[in-house]
């Protein structure tokens, strides 16, 4: 009896060990988590210029009021991310933090290689090649994190050029796969991407979008949405009874959500199942960022069928080839 | 009672008592660890592994909950006082005078907290007090009044926080802060309590 007393002792004392470290491991990464899903909840791979921190702002603890905060919520899954600032005449550092909460890089402004400051963010398994010499390339432990920059808030006086020169980061995904993808030859007729196809029986029509976007919910008009995993760019397809094109795509993008809408010169296309189709270029502002929109429209039975690519250049940026690609990939039986 | 019976009994008290004691002893054991791990100065304490990937799993963890984003030692040195230079809590109710010669570093300030790790609410807006901004005494030394009523000079107001602690950041410290050993004796600010009402 005793013999089992002891061994039970020392299984309670490893369970309780286990359990403890297991438990204490995964505090990191949950709060991580936290932080970037709830408490920012902000898209990944933009920047948010945060004011300096007074007591009513409750998102990090001990934060310094001395400091002027960029933040961006990284995701590299897909491409790197190419990150630039400008450095002002004080403390300044920009620093990377993984999923773990490890700081896994910081340049301070005595140590960047270039005013503005250069930094591509990579994967293990991704290359990205320096032609300037002056890019800081940093591989990142986790696909996802954080990545924030630190100005020192010299005086109240300063803040107005603190701030204006904060404001002049900007971030974008580095399209490498798209880069590596022109640079294949492909044969006449062959997309650039490796496509999957929606097929929309009722209204007769097909179209192709990038096999790596994840389809979405259509709301209003939509009958398909898919988008990329950073959220654009995204494809929708919607059917609307409309006089015109730009009618009918001023409705679109007004039931997205979208206003200050300016829409280009139309232009007239065809399809390749030889259908005729008019498309144009818009833009505007979607939930306070400013949109580009690639839309590719076809008439049938008196209603319009407008197939949009669009993306927020701040996150990704326009490319005019590959989204008029994909529109142009509507066919009609 | 059967050997198979005996083992099922006794595995699953291992795993309802153990589990509950790992569980439950995650705070204790989360404070006592860092607590051992950190190296101190007088009232201040911090750790030369924050940020860094040689971070054992639970000052990475008690990082994460008071410290999240934290820069390594290279970049940023936060070293963190609960308590005065006679190791007594540092409290709303009492006034305090953070005083010393500026530290061997780039930029450096020293920022107040209430026990939630925020930024204490004050009228003034006033949460700290940088190299940059703050007034000097005439031989070069600082002198921080911390408290909660309007004191002359350098006054960090405690607000209606009850319990206080203060973070002094050093951002590109010098190398006597980098090790354990130097860090041990390098000449820190005094927090000296005035008087409590």
């Known amino acids: 009896m005793k013999k089992w007393i002891g061994w039970t002792v020392l299984a309670v004392f490893v369970v309780a060990i286990t359990v403890n470290l297991v438990v204490v491991i995964s505090i990191p990464d949950n709060i991580m988590e936290i932080t970037m899903t709830e408490r920012f909840n902000f898209p990944s791979n933009q920047w948010v210029f945060a004011p300096p921190t007074t007591h009513e702002r409750r998102t990090i603890v ?3 009021p001395d ?62 090649q320096d032609t ?18 630190r100005t020192v808030i010299t005086s109240k006086a300063d803040l107005p050029g603190l701030t204006e020169i904060q404001k002049k980061a900007t971030i974008e995904l580095v399209g ?35 096999a790596v976007w994840m389809k979405g919910q259509p709301s209003g008009a939509q009958v398909f949405t898919a988008a990329a995993t950073t959220r654009v760019p995204v494809i929708t397809v919607g059917v609307r009874e409309a006089a015109t094109f730009v009618d009918a795509l001023m ?60 993306t927020v250049a701040l996150l990704v940026p326009y490319n005019e080839a590959k989204f008029s690609e994909i529109a142009h990939t509507l066919q009609f039986k | 009672m059967k050997k198979p019976f005996k083992f099922v009994i006794a595995a699953l008290v291992a795993l309802v008592i153990g589990g509950a004691i790992g569980y439950f002893t995650v705070e204790p054991m989360l404070n006592l660890i860092t607590n051992m791990s950190v190296v101190k100065n007088g009232p201040w304490a911090t750790s030369l592994a924050i940020g860094s990937t040689s971070a054992n799993p639970y000052i990475r963890a008690w990082v994460a909950k008071h410290g999240l984003l934290a820069l390594t030692k290279s970049e940023t040195i936060y070293l963190t006082a609960y308590v005065d230079d006679n190791g007594e809590p540092l409290l709303g109710d009492c006034d305090y005078r953070i005083e010393g010669k500026a530290p061997d570093t780039r930029w450096w300030s020293i920022t107040a907290y209430g026990s939630d790790d925020f930024l204490i609410p004050n ?39 009850k319990e206080l602690s203060v973070t002094l950041r050093l951002y590109n410290p010098g190398p006597a802060y980098y090790d354990y050993e130097t860090l041990k004796t390098a000449e820190l600010p005094h927090i000296v309590k005035e008087e409590c009402k």
């Open chain 1, 132 to 149: 300037t010499g002056k890019t800081h390339i940093i591989v990142a432990p986790t696909d996802r994190g954080i990545i924030l920059i």
């Open chain 1, 176 to 210: 490498a796969l798209a880069e590596a993808e022109v640079a294949k030859p492909r044969a006449p007729g062959e997309l650039s991407f490796e496509a999957a196809e929606y097929v929309d029986a009722e209204y007769g029509f097909s179209i192709k979008y990038p």
């Open chain 1, 67 to 128: 400091l002027l905060y960029s933040l961006c919520c990284y995701d590299i899954s897909q491409y790197p991310l190419r990150l630039t600032a400008t450095i002002p005449d004080n403390y300044w550092s920009i620093s990377g933090f993984a999923m773990n909460t490890d700081n896994f890089f910081a340049i301070n402004d005595r140590q960047a290689k270039s005013n503005p400051i250069e930094v591509v963010l990579v994967r293990k398994d991704m290359t990205y």
């Open chain 1, 62 to 64: 001990r934060p310094s």
């Open chain 2, 123 to 161: 009228e003034q807006g006033r949460y700290s007090w940088s190299c940059t901004e703050m007034k000097l005494e005439p031989d070069g030394s600082f002198r921080i009044y911390l408290s909660k009523t309007s004191k002359e000079g350098n006054w960090l107001p405690a607000g209606d926080a």
């Open chain 1, 251 to 310: 409705i679109g993008l007004e039931e997205s959500g979208g206003s200050d809408i300016k829409i280009g010169t139309e232009k007239q296309t065809k399809l390749a199942d030889g259908t005729e189709a008019t498309i144009a270029k818009a833009d505007w502002t979607v939930r306070g960022y400013p949109g580009e929109t690639f839309a590719l429209g076809v008439q049938k039975g008196g209603k319009w069928i407008v197939a949009t690519v669009t």
